[in-house]
């Protein structure tokens, strides 16, 4: 049940956010206190592992997530809270709050946000349960897909959704002529769709490499995956190094999550780079197609514009160029989604 908030201060200015999460990579909760810093905001920063009340749980792996079912928070953080004097608590997924948080913090307005699709019935049905009945606490919250709005809106009023976004300190262009890769992907693996497209175009002779977590082992045809040999992650310069270092750099979307773009479809213009990836009405309003970026449908469409490009110095150049400066124009980085936080929290709590 909701829990109902009286007097809650109607903001003239947000002067201090108390942001809490893992805080495990440079691209998440970090990138948002840096976007968040830039406004001038005050920001505390509370990373769920250093409270965890049963301290085993803090060596954990992440992916164990044994911690969705354990209660945090000790008091003494409480008062530290307090004493911080927050107008905003933003919860960077926020699966490990109980409910006295939320009765501890009832004055003070709670947001929260989500990069993953948490309504596509693959979540245990425990940590479902677990996930979800949070939602009725918070006052307003960000997603990263419009086709999640719907599914928020049963749990909490205000919501908006906030577009991935790339790290200017990071993600940027480099004078790199020297392709060296002619395809790349780097991304995660999955049994989607991206497994086909894999597939058909090493069956057509295309030089791709991929840069990707094991997996790939278990979805990829063996003989596949022998001719590619997937390569390990990369982050940070290795990332981008390697997507200044090919000609065209795929992107596919998550079949799990139900997206409709994703990171690298900014990340990858900002470093320069040739984006070709899955054709979506998102994709479409992002950038122009065959003049900022290229997309596709289905393998054939995929394939032959590889061999286009890869034939086409100067039009994919071009294309590049153009995709860069869109990104830069158009605000994909992660200063201007703060901004856009920012805007609409005002907006929120006027409003509400």
Not at 61 to 75: G, V, W
Not at 313 to 330: F, H, P, T, V
Request: aromatic share 18%.
């Amino acid at each position: 049940m909701k829990i109902v908030k009286q007097n809650l201060k109607r903001m003239s200015e947000i002067k201090n956010v108390v942001l809490i999460g893992y805080f495990d990579y440079l691209w998440y909760e970090k990138a948002f206190s840096e976007g968040l810093k830039s406004l001038g905001l005050n920001i505390m920063e509370i990373r769920f592992r250093d409270y965890y009340r049963f301290k085993f749980t803090k060596y954990l792996p992440i992916q164990k997530k044994i911690s969705y079912f354990l209660p945090i928070f000790p008091e003494s953080l409480y008062s530290k809270i307090k004493d911080f004097k927050p107008d905003i608590i933003l919860m960077y997924k926020g699966y490990h709050t109980d409910k006295k948080f939320f009765e501890v913090f009832k004055d003070i307005w709670i947001t929260g946000y989500e990069d993953d699709n948490i309504f596509n019935n693959t979540l245990p049905l425990i940590k479902d349960k677990i996930i979800k009945r949070k939602l009725y606490y918070y006052d307003s919250y960000h997603c990263d897909r419009e086709s999640d709005i719907k599914y928020y809106q049963k749990y909490i009023k205000n919501v908006k959704v906030l577009l991935e976004y790339y790290l200017p300190w990071i993600h940027y262009k480099e004078n790199n002529t020297n392709k060296t890769i002619d395809v790349s992907f780097i991304g995660h693996a999955e049994n989607d769709k991206r497994v086909r497209y894999i597939e058909y175009l090493v069956q057509n002779n295309i030089k791709l490499k991929i840069f990707g977590n094991k997996n790939w082992k278990k979805y990829l045809n063996k003989e596949i995956y022998k001719i590619i040999a997937p390569n390990n992650s990369i982050f940070l310069d290795d990332y981008r190094d390697t997507i200044n270092s090919t000609k065209i750099n795929l992107c596919f979307f998550s079949t799990m999550n139900n997206d409709v773009t994703t990171t690298r479809v900014f990340e990858i213009p900002a470093c320069g780079g040739f984006l070709l990836c899955e054709r979506t009405k998102a994709m479409q309003e992002l950038y122009e197609e065959g003049k900022e970026a290229e997309f596709f449908d289905n393998e054939d469409e995929l394939k032959d514009k590889i061999q286009f490009y890869l034939k086409n110095d100067s039009a994919r150049e071009k294309i590049a160029q153009n995709g860069y400066e869109r990104c830069l124009k158009s605000g994909y980085d992660i200063y201007s989604r703060m901004q856009q936080w920012y805007n609409d929290m005002n907006y929120f709590m006027k409003n509400t």
